[in-house]
């Protein structure tokens, strides 16, 4: 327990110092750093201007780690994020130039402005933290966390993520506008001096791998497993839905369940923990079918028909 809670409450600081910069915006801060302490990747899908790019700035800037910041564009190449061969004169031969995904926290903003030859550069990495080229596989430094941003209003000029490139993200989560309070409270802050500027590192590189590591130590209960399981397979069934979320699902949301209770400061999940995530851990695995669109259903409506339908158990 004492583990547990040394990550909560570093975990509450990276929340606390990103909320200097992000205002009103608990929730997404919150889901955000549940994905880096789950060892997955988020993607932070909204409308321009709401600060997502910010989001993934400040939390860079909260961990003693690694950035990088990679802005997709129609002419970017796979070369351009994984590396490639370059000729030395001075060694004459050819020799490997690390590309950006070489870091531990790798900002993809717009990512959908990217071909999906050059988006697909990304699932080896993402999936198995590791570069091949060439026959020749290069593992990348730990934490390796991914945040990618993207405008989903904005169609000229985009390609839209394929599935398998969405499954690889942990969470999708979206921010919305803020209240007028909220907004008032902005333009306070940045009256002088954008706070991004005085975000101060409040963990090390070792803490998050150690954090990462205390959170599998969370217990699920066998039933919220079971629960778990059935909220997952009843995607596959559903008659709005042209296909449900895969096994994978199913481990986000017990990793992610499992990071938010550590979050909380918690040595056990709830199943408040397991409802709380969903939304974000399954909508964007979910395939609709063309009636769904034609009666403006989405995946989140979805999700909430399901837990609203199955029964919650009781945990000890």
Not at 141 to 165: D, M
């Amino acid at each position: 327990m004492e583990e547990i809670s040394w990550t909560a409450e570093r975990a509450r600081a990276i929340v606390e110092e990103i909320e200097t910069v992000i205002v009103g915006k608990r929730a997404a801060v919150e889901q955000v750093v549940t994905g880096l302490l789950s060892g997955g990747h988020v993607l932070i899908e909204d409308i321009p201007g709401v600060g997502k790019t910010m989001l993934a700035k400040a939390l860079a800037a909260c961990l003693g780690a690694t950035y990088r910041r990679v802005q997709f564009t129609p002419d970017l190449l796979p070369a351009d994020i994984t590396g490639t061969y370059i000729f030395s004169q001075k060694s004459g031969e050819f020799v490997f130039r690390e590309g950006p995904v070489f870091t531990n926290i790798l900002l993809a903003d717009e990512i959908n402005r990217a071909t999906p030859k050059t988006q697909a550069s990304l699932l080896e990495c993402m999936e198995e933290f590791q570069v091949t080229l060439d026959g020749t596989t290069r593992q990348l430094g730990r934490p390796f966390f991914v945040i990618a941003t993207e405008n989903p209003i904005e169609y000229r000029g985009t390609y839209p993520l394929p599935e398998a490139q969405l499954d690889r993200f942990l969470l999708r989560i979206h921010m919305g506008y803020p209240t007028p309070e909220e907004e008032v409270a902005i333009l306070d802050r940045q009256m002088k001096e954008h706070p991004i500027h005085s975000v101060r590192p409040r963990v090390q590189r070792e803490e998050v791998l150690r954090m990462q590591e205390r959170v599998r130590d969370v217990h699920l209960d066998a039933s919220l497993k079971h629960y778990l399981v059935a909220l997952v397979a009843a995607t596959r069934g559903h008659p709005m839905l042209a296909l449900g979320a895969s096994p994978r699902a199913s481990l986000a949301l017990t990793r992610t369940s499992q990071a938010r209770a550590a979050l909380h400061g918690r040595d056990f999940v709830l199943p408040d923990d397991l409802k709380a995530l969903a939304p974000a851990v399954l909508c964007h695995r979910l395939i609709l079918r063309p009636e769904a669109r034609a009666r403006q259903v989405d995946g989140a409506d979805i999700v909430a028909e399901l837990l609203e339908q199955l029964p919650v158990p009781a945990v000890g």
